[in-house]
């Protein structure tokens, strides 16, 4: 009855629209116009309604009137409102300063009674333009020599500079890497995960949950090898073999249902890739580095370097002086790391790690928060170990996408071929990208997901590379706080807490 008397109601507004039709003179479509905006064409029949159509006479001249009163303060708003903006803006122009985070001193605004610090955000994060892809700048990085960047690709906006580093300088940042030591980029077992489990307290049918994507009830290979995307780099034929280790896959299509999944323990998968002996090959990052501490006081090329990443993305020296140190990797004969971020995605409740002192620190969620990426090759590699970019300037990227027919994009042991774009190690050549977008107001936006990138696997010989990540917070505020922060007078203690941020 309730469709029956819905139909009633829209036949009934159609009646009266034509009538009003008759009544005014205009145009029926206009008149329909108001019949819906009145609401009773979606209104079910009842009494009531239908007395409150016909007495107010929703759809007489005056309520035409009204309606057009209406629209026209609507529209002297909408004038002032653009006024107000126009005028506001250019006075933020006017007093454009430069002691925002660039400098010791930044602008602090006391609101009233509340004793929070504002920053006043009048300041812009420079950004260097691709143009086009292959496009050639020259740049400026040392007196007396120029560079020439070229643009690989616009997303993410990514750039090469031959040459960058000497061979002298390569030489000298992979000896005092050996000097300091290396050490694995990742462990084999993965402890967080158990422990978070364990934390979250969570039941069987919530994590099934949490893994099932799609929510088809089934967890398909993609949705459990993504789950694991931290730790162990599982494949579809690794998949099947834990499947057929445990007896997973009770009924044999390849899924597992939920009454599959209740069978198992929380750690079983972990379990027997325990037993089974992880391989290094297996592991999401394999590789080992070291971090070179670039400030006062630090060797002259690793200073001079630093100097040049200035000069290269023309910010604000406090900035790149407060971010991670020089980050040396070395990659041997079979080593790889998978397709990933530099930087996660930023969340109100999700604090950067450089500026968690400055932060609320009751956040649960942490992550890097890297800017740019300068990627130094400090040797030219004899096979494999380039730089794959799998959706660099892909039209139509998806993340769905990027495991699809058992073809993953991430995973750089395997598809490497299928990347969108690969840069071959040169020794002394320094790519850069931004891992953020920005986001239109002169400050760090939304995490680039084009950025996404990974080590091929060196088929023959070591690859050495050092990474100059530049720390800046999308939130504003957190970035100045940090700054201001660890720029007050202990200056020396500031190295060393500018140290345990990045390990
Ligand atoms: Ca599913
Ligand atoms: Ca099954």
């Not at 390849?254 to 929380?266: A, I, P």
């Amino acid at each position: 009855t309730a469709s029956a008397s819905s139909a009633d109601g829209i036949r009934r507004s159609s009646h009266i629209a034509s009538g009003s039709n008759k009544m005014t003179g205009t145009p029926g479509s206009q008149d329909s116009e108001e019949a819906k905006a009145s609401g009773c064409a979606t209104l079910p029949h009842n009494p009531q309604t239908e007395r409150l159509c016909n007495k107010t006479s929703i759809c007489s001249r005056s309520y035409f009137l009204l309606v057009m009163v209406f629209f026209h303060v609507y529209l002297i708003n909408v004038i002032a409102l653009l006024f107000y903006v126009h005028y506001s803006s250019g006075q933020d122009d006017d007093s454009l300063s430069h002691d925002a985070p660039g400098t010791d001193h930044s602008r602090i605004n006391s609101r009233g009674a509340s004793s929070k610090v504002e920053y006043q955000r009048d300041f812009s994060l420079p950004r260097v333009e691709g143009i086009r892809v292959g496009h050639v700048q020259k740049v400026s990085l040392t007196p007396g020599k120029s560079h020439h960047m070229r643009t690989l690709s616009l997303k993410p906006l990514l750039f090469e500079i031959p040459e960058f580093l000497s061979e002298d300088e390569c030489h000298v940042v992979m000896q005092l890497a050996q000097l300091k030591g290396l050490m694995e980029s990742q462990l084999m077992i993965q402890e967080d995960h158990e422990e978070l489990v364990k934390e979250l307290n969570l039941s069987p049918e919530e994590i099934f949950n949490l893994l099932d994507i799609n929510q088809d009830g089934q967890l398909q290979h993609t949705e459990v090898i993504s789950a694991f995307r931290d730790g162990i780099w599982l494949t579809p034929d690794t998949l099947r073999e834990i499947y057929a280790g445990l007896k997973a896959d009770k009924n044999g299509d390849g899924l597992l249902s939920l009454e599959e999944f209740r069978l198992l323990s929380n750690d079983a998968f972990q379990r027997f890739l325990q037993q089974q002996g992880v391989k290094r090959s297996q592991l999401v990052r394999n590789s080992r580095h070291t971090w070179l501490y670039q400030g006062e006081g630090a060797h002259k090329v690793l200073q001079d370097i630093k100097e040049r990443v200035i000069q290269l993305t023309r910010l604000p020296p406090a900035i790149v002086d407060l971010s991670e140190p020089l980050q040396v990797v070395r990659y041997e004969e079979g080593g790889h790391y998978h397709g990933h971020h530099d930087s996660g995605p930023v969340y109100p409740e999700t604090a950067c790690t450089h500026t968690r002192l400055a932060a609320n620190t009751s956040t649960p969620f942490e992550t890097s928060c890297r800017y740019i990426t300068v990627l130094f090759y400090l040797n030219s590699v004899e096979g494999g170990g380039e730089t794959a970019f799998p959706v660099a300037d892909n039209r139509t990227y998806d993340e769905v996408c990027l495991i699809q027919n058992d073809v993953d994009l991430l995973d750089t042991r395997k598809n490497c071929d299928k990347s969108n774009l690969r840069v071959t190690p040169t020794k002394g050549t320094a790519v850069f990208w931004y891992n953020y977008l920005s986001d239109g107001k002169g400050w760090v936006g939304e995490q680039d997901e084009y950025a996404l990138h990974g080590g091929c696997v060196v088929t023959h010989g070591t690859k050495w590379v050092a990474n100059k990540w530049i720390n800046i917070d999308p939130d504003y505020q957190r970035q100045a706080r940090y700054q201001q922060l660890v720029s007050q007078p202990q200056d020396k203690n500031n190295e060393i807490k500018n140290q345990n941020v990045c390990n």
